[in-house]
């Protein structure tokens, strides 16, 4: 009998050798590998293909899939880095791979130093798209390090999803609550943390089957089927920390069908039979009643990256239940590797109808040649050392380092590289990822209350103690409710403020509304409450929408909002630069706000588009792929964008470009194409300002050939330019036809307007309040020489030898302007009727001139805003104590929340009462006009009872409200 201690020595001389063997193979391969790449230097060529130039990062290099990966991202032109845990790994003597990193361990203790490794890593080798090729853990470290590093990194792609959805979608009680949400058969299920929670196996046709929520492999112990009327195995022994799900069992056989998806927009997939030797993946057709609703789970959560999931089909019903999601990529991969040019697949093309298959094997498992006619999963004879390094040199290395003479193994599975030990799985510590997840939104919400004076916080929300801190350090006012039963003490501690027992929504609605008339607020829901309130079972973040209905709100995201930035010009080179500036201007203002993805749309002269995150003007301009209007569109829909800020000064910027986006059902700040298109006419809005009672100089229209009968002095002005173009003052006859002529280079009509006599020049301009009133922003004032009594375009840009903007011209002004109370009650009547005669929202701008007498006249309309440091409006808003950039966020969130409104509007059967013809409203897009009815003042310097309104219908949300005045023009006080 060998003793104990010859047994350690034999088990130690055994490890020794292993090593030795384990060392001297690798360095050959590594040897081998510098060879290849030399011998292959000089027939070296240019990368082509849809990804050259981009450099990917891809991870888990050890396993088959990520080698198939890495070569289908080679044949499409990338520079591919690969990265593993260890140094043995197939990638890193591939000779696809350009660069092979090792990173840390996956320590949930040590998750910040993961993350900012990897970001050193995206920095270091200026990374444009990671594709990861994941375990279970590491996938829930890129979801931290998605949310963490994609505010800091707006340039790369991640073809994963955030830490939310992985949980989500990991989550086997989740992920069949998500399945239900969008219509994915699914078998019924319960989550236990005990074994009383487990229902009867007879309570199902067939049993249940229990699983433990922390199973990364399908072992015996941790899947259990329970046949009708059998016990419960004692095998089965959920609790708090180590929670189960009961299922419904379903008989039939299993599939897995995987996916490579980007923006929620599906671009490859295939579909095999599970076996339980899990190195069998033979494809067969994806089953169409099984692939069209999950196409619809991926789009409805805009998933990127890679995804498999697991689904039965009922024997007697024929019904295709899903089962399991694995947020990663799968084994099938490798059968349809052979798919010519693939890899594209991760650049948004959809090469479904390249797919080609092939059957897989692994000389490890004898599975394959020479003994089947399977193909081998790793050879390639164009890169043959993964293969090695796979079949010989990670199982050396696996058993000498994992010292598996003491531990029971089943099986070292070589296709996933891993070695699969008898007993339970080890846990995870997912209640460090959701701690994560919870993190990432209190980030969130401490930016979105940036600009809140009152939160009203639902006392049942996770770490409610941790909200309330949120809410403190960013000045807000936090205060707890109970909606629905009697406050519980146990739920808070006494440091922190009392709940308040609201009984029901209309109850809270109320509450919040008054809280809203004082100063803004926000309310955060709970899951529960969320749901009684009509939405999705998840933390809720809302603001009051309107007074007419104070229990209904606007639904601002807990995460990122994409924004996209539209400018450029298809008209002159002038409007494109002035364009650039303002909008580059706006995304650097708010680029370092956790709320904001931003997106550039830029709209080149040829009328060409390209779109790019996180790139400057110089690479719009001059670098970015070309994309024609349709294929700018089909990119637009598959970035899932929240939120469209327009920047475009020429006139189908103005007016066509924004009804595009209007088209696609895209929020907008600021007003619509049609009210623009009336803007845009100087003459047409004067006419429809008079005929509300807007005081406006004595005009004319004069096209070519006419001549002008006002008497002088006047204005010669184009009806369709912008920044006081082709202007001019005429005081002489002499020099009407040169005054003429000069403003008919712009178009055929041309307007000539009674000169006001220089008293004041000032802009004006109001924005819509929650509340449904007007806030009069502070007033700029311009002061003017008697000799230039009008404002130029050579007093609001400069421009360089070629005429081209080159920045902004020094200006005399005052922001506040000082106004006194009879002067600023007329301005604002002026404005409140305006902004509604030319049917205006969120905001508008007015030039008006103060004659010497203390009379306004309203010479034009200014509707856009960039949200630049530079923009009048933020110049206005910032001295009425709006801290740039306060009204871009306020109005980004309530473009977002008027959609938010309108979709569960019609989710909940809610719509305008014309259902039919052309003219029907059951569909809010754009930006629709704040509800009609009774108006309440919020912030306003003035009530806006006292502005006439024209008879009209709009429709906002799920609202739709009418009420008539009479029509009646205002007399000026003097």
Known sequence: MTSPASARANRNLVQTVLRLLDALFWSLLLSLRGVLLLASRPVARTPTGIAAGKTVLVTTGRQAKTVHVIRALKAVGATVIVTDYDHVSASAVSTACDHFVVLPALDVGALDAWVDAFGALLVEHKVDMVVPVSTINEALFLGVARDRLAPKLPHVE?????????????????????????????????????????????????????????????????????????????????????????????????????????????????????????VHFDAVPTPADVDTPLRALIRGMHLSGQYAFDFIRDDESGVPYVIECNPRASSILETVSCTPLWGEAFFGVDVSARRTTQDVGFVYHANCWPWTARTEGYLSLADPLPFFAAEIAWPLHAIQTAGLGDAGYRKIDVNICKIIIDGPSAPRNIGAFEDASQAAKLTVLGRALEFVDTVYIDAAVPNVAAVVAVATKASCTPLLFQLGGVPSRAAVTA????????????????????????????????????????????????????????????????????????????????????????????????????????????????????????????YMREKAPRLSLAQALATFESLSLDLMIPHMFDYAGLTAYRSVFTMLDLPTVGCSGEALALSTNKARTKACAAMDGVPVP?????????????????????????????????????DVPAALEAAFRFGDEVMVEQFIPLGRELRVAVVETPAGGFELLPMVEYFLPADKPIRLSANKLTTDSTGQPSGFAKTDRQVPADVDPVLKEKLYKMAMVAHRATDCADYSIYDVRVDPAGEPYMLESCLYCSFSFRSVLVLMAEAAGKKHPQLFVEFSERAVGRKSAAVA??????????????????????????????????????????????????????????????????????
């Not at 390209?610 to 790139?615: E, I, L, M, Q």
Request: hydrophobic fraction near 35%.
């Open 698 to 734: 004595a005009s004319e229209l004069l096209r070519r050939g006419d001549k002008p009968t006002m008497p002088l002095p006047f204005v010669i002005k184009p009806t369709e330019e912008d920044n006081s173009m082709g202007v001019d003052v005429v005081r002489e006859e002499a």
């Open 495 to 618: 440091a922190l403020p009392p709940i308040q027992y609201v009984a029901t929504p209309e109850d809270l609605g109320a509450l919040v509304a008054t809280s809203e008339l004082v100063a803004p607020t926000r309310v955060l829901l709970s899951d529960a409450a969320s749901v009684v309130l009509g939405f999705d079972a998840e933390l809720t973040f809302l603001a009051p929408r309107s007074p007419v209905a104070p229990y209904t709100y606007y639904r601002i995201p807990l995460r990122r909002l994409k924004v996209l930035h539209v400018m450029g010009s298809c008209t002159s080179k002038y409007y494109e630069t002035v364009s650039a500036y303002y909008g580059f201007d706006c995304i650097a203002s708010t680029t370092d706000d956790v709320r904001y993805e931003h997106v550039v749309g830029y709209v080149h002269l040829t009328g060409e588009w390209s779109v790019a995150v996180g790139k400057d003007a110089q």
């Open 905 to 974: 509007a019609r989710a909940r059967g809610g719509a305008a009462p014309q259902e039919f013809g052309m003219k029907a409203l059951g569909r809010t897009v754009g930006t629709p006009s704040l509800p009609r009815g009774p108006r309440l003042q919020a912030r306003a310097v003035y009530p806006c009872e006292h502005v006439p309104r024209l008879t009209r219908e709009r429709a906002a949300g799920e609202e739709r409200v009418s009420e008539a005045e009479p029509k009646q023009a205002w007399k000026r006080t003097g």
């Open 158 to 278: 991640w073809l994963c999803t955030g830490l939310d959805n992985v949980l989500r979608l990991d989550d086997r009680e989740r992920f069949s609550a998500t399945c239900r949400q969008y219509g994915v058969p699914a078998p019924a299920s319960g989550l236990v943390t005990a074994r009383e929670q487990v229902p009867p196996s007879s309570s199902q046709p067939h049993g249940i089957i229990v699983k433990r929520m922390e199973s990364s492999v399908n072992r015996d112990e941790e899947i259990v089927p329970v046949a009708p009327g059998a016990p419960l195995p004692e095998v089965v022994k959920p609790s708090p920390t180590d929670a189960w799900q009961w299922q419904q069992m379903i008989r039939g056989a299993e599939y897995s069908v995987w996916y490579v998806c980007v923006n929620g927009a599906v671009t490859f997939s295939a579909c095999y039979v599970s076996q339980p030797d899990l």
